[in-house]
């Protein structure tokens, strides 16, 4: 049975190559862990052996293996997030009176995994799959602006490029512009794009990598939410929230 410092260095190393997005060989991995070659070769060795690591036979990195990809795809990460988001997600609405809803994405699809709606009148309203709207949501720029040049490219050939309002980004090279600027500045936000009259901002939650896995939206009639200091209020509220589910839903790494 093995000791309980070699499995957090197991751990450790399954981490590093977790978030070494090109690969990471032996040496660049013993150096970020502070362990010796040999050490680190055999433990990569052994994940490779059994399917959660693999070593390219030219260059000798290692990237992450199938059973890794498929353990980060359990059923229950919906499940997870939306109950312990709930709460929080619950609070915001109540604290902006406004529509606020939770979204992730999945196998290439964006769905809605809480949605509370204002309790005003004049409201908006989201369905439970946005994919083939995401394009002009906040909450869904922010998560397209997290996938890989690859996975984009998919999504907008996947996608056709509707213009819902005289707004939308129907160019997808308008789009990859976009969806830069939303991961350089952290947030999203939307005038009159998916619907005449509604505006949104929203922002990512991360995991402990730093990774986008969700984001967390506030949507408003455009007259309400260009009313001084709203965009701001609403901005910083879900900056909070984001955080707090973070705290939450992920334990610190050590």
């Given at each position: 049975m093995p000791s309980v410092s070699t499995l957090v260095k197991s751990l450790n190393l399954l981490e590093a190559v977790y978030t070494s997005r090109k690969g990471i060989g032996t040496r660049a991995l013993a150096k970020k862990l502070g362990l010796n070659a040999a050490t680190v070769h055999n433990i990569a060795r052994t994940f490779c052996d059994e399917g959660y690591l693999e070593q390219d036979p030219e260059s000798k990195v290692f990237t992450p293996g199938m059973r890794v990809m498929q353990l980060g795809r359990h059923p229950s990460f919906r499940n997870s997030l939306t109950l312990?988001?709930?709460?929080?997600?619950?609070?915001?609405?109540?604290?902006?009176?406004?529509?606020?809803?939770?979204?992730?994405?999945?196998?290439?699809?964006?769905?809605?995994?809480?949605?509370?709606?204002?309790?005003?009148?004049?409201?908006?309203?989201?369905?439970?799959?946005?994919?083939?709207?995401?394009?002009?949501?906040?909450?869904?720029?922010?998560?397209?602006?997290?996938?890989?040049?690859?996975?984009?490219?998919?999504?907008?050939?996947?996608?056709?490029?509707?213009?819902?309002?005289?707004?939308?980004?129907?160019?997808?090279?308008?789009?990859?512009?976009?969806?830069?600027?939303?991961?350089?500045?952290?947030y999203a936000k939307t005038i009159d794009e998916c619907c005449e009259g509604i505006s949104a901002v929203a922002v990512p939650i991360r995991n402990p990598w730093g990774e986008v896995t969700a984001s967390i939206g506030a949507s408003a009639p455009t007259l309400r939410m260009k009313k001084k200091g709203q965009f701001e209020r609403s901005l910083d509220c879900l900056q909070d929230a984001a955080r707090e589910i973070e705290a939450l839903w992920y334990k610190p790494i050590a």
């Open positions: 312990t988001a709930s709460p929080t997600v619950h609070r915001v609405a109540e604290q902006l009176d406004e529509s606020v809803l939770l979204g992730a994405i999945e196998h290439g699809r964006i769905v809605n995994l809480i949605y509370i709606p204002s309790t005003q009148a004049l409201r908006a309203r989201e369905p439970e799959d946005v994919s083939d709207q995401s394009y002009c949501t906040a909450f869904g720029k922010v998560l397209l602006a997290s996938l890989s040049p690859e996975d984009l490219g998919t999504y907008l050939k996947q996608t056709e490029l509707k213009p819902y309002t005289a707004r939308t980004l129907v160019d997808a090279n308008a789009l990859r512009r976009e969806l830069a600027r939303v991961e350089k500045q952290g």
